[in-house]
């Protein structure tokens, strides 16, 4: 089972709340055609239409639907970044969006179909909650939560995953403890694995969110020392404000790992993405011990 | 309930000059007036009383610059305080140059960016039919140039499709658009499968009769020519 398998099925079941509809722009309307049948008029499928997609959301929240939206990461948050901003927030209703391909699932596909800006572009809204969850089996009860809620979601599916599920981890959840005073890297959705890959044999603590946003202050607060490494499936830096307003009131230095804004014009696999972003384990190892060797990088 | 009480021309008049405060408005102000009067005063089953009532009429102002007569009119009609009238844009006042849903009683959907009007209105139309509203309609006013905007054409084509009959846009066509719509703008909408009619935006009868001419099994649209930017 897929994020997206995941995702199919636990849609098909909050369907049952007449309150819920499911908004599609033919992106997964195949799987989505049974639910359909079961619930007319609650999952519709506007066609290739994003713009409208979001719109309709947005006039479905208006009479008190809860809408979950649902499309590729591009052309659900970039292409109607207007709607999004006017239609949802600015009535002053919510909605659950719902992404795949993530930065580069489909790296084949070349930079149409990747969106490494996602998550920094909603982070320009207000008041948005936004998941990036590491593997499928954590993907039923974030998107149960946030349909139950009422404000705004992003929920940002993935073909990349960790080994194992996390759960309920929105605040920081320590994986790895290296004791008091050590570094700490925050690790965000799938890239757990590489990370504590990256620092196994470092004294490095290891703190692990399905959540960047509302990111936890307050524990990054408590288990931060020094230094600080952020690595984010997204684009480089961010999380870096959230953490440096967090800890504004102590000398720090900050290491922001993540997607970079080139555009690399090759294709391959996520995982030579992976490589070429310097997200696999090799590459986070070398930031990070360049990072905490500051005069090994200078050498 | 359908209102039937006419509001009072020269009580119109005068709320928009207190809007107006000396103020030129353009001809995007006059056109839009009488379609507002015979929509708020003989279509729409909303009043001050029923804006939140699930089962009310929609009016959604997508061209929310046409907000002077919007602002007189809700006035006019008990919705908002005459007073509010005289400070629009202000500082502490609740008026913007477009509508806020939220800081204006009686406005569904806060509007200004041209084109969100009528994608809003077919998820509104959608929302009511899933909670088995038949009654309550949907009515989207947009103008000519907004049509230029490709999202009305994502929604026009969709709502066609899918034959969403408790929908209706209404486009005030004051030939705006810099390159025009060549055989009128209702045939945008009658090639989807829409039902359509194209009155003198300035005859009350006709409007009316263009306004309740929708057959429930469609979408409908009536066009509102005013070549005039006048308002007598």
Known sequence: MTMRDTFVTTAEEVLADPRTTVVLADISAAAFAPAAARYPGRVVNVGIREQLMVGVAGGLALTGQRPIVHSYAPFLVERAYEQIKLDLDHQGVGAVLVSVGASYDRAAAGRTHLAPADVALIDTLNDWTVHVPGHPDEVPGLLRDAVCGRGSTYLRLSTQTNARAYPEAGDLRVVRDAGPGAPLLVAVGPLLDAALAAVADRPVTVAWTHRPRPFDTAGLRALAGTEVILVEPYLAGTSARVVAAALADRPHRLLALGVGRSELRRYGGPEDHDRWHGLDAAGLRRSVDDFLTPARAAA | MTTTTATDPAVLRALLDRVRAGREFGPNVYSTLDVLQVLYDRVLRITPATVDDPDRDRFLLSKGHAVAGYYALLA?????????????????????????????????????????????????????????????????????????????????????????????????????????????????????????????????????????????????????????????
């Open chain 2, 76 to 232: 006019a009609r008990g919705f908002v305080p005459v007073a509010w009238l005289d400070d629009q844009g202000g500082p502490d006042s609740r008026l913007g140059d477009h509508p806020d849903r939220l800081l204006v009683p009686g406005v569904e959907i806060g509007s200004g960016s041209l084109g969100h009007g009528l994608g809003l209105g077919v998820g509104t139309a959608l929302g009511l039919r899933a909670q088995g509203r038949t009654d309550p309609r949907v009515y989207v006013l947009l103008g000519d140039a907004e049509l230029d905007e490709g999202s009305n054409h994502e929604a026009i084509a969709y709502a066609g499709a899918t034959g969403l009959g408790n929908l209706t846009a209404i486009v005030l066509d004051n030939r705006s658009a810099s390159h025009g719509w060549p055989g009128g703008a209702a045939g945008r909408f009658t090639v989807n499968g829409w039902t359509a009619a194209t009155v003198d935006g300035r005859d009350h009868a006709a409007l009316h009769t263009a306004l309740t001419g929708h057959d429930h099994h469609r979408p409908h649209v009536v066009v509102a020519v005013v070549t005039d930017g006048e308002w007598a």
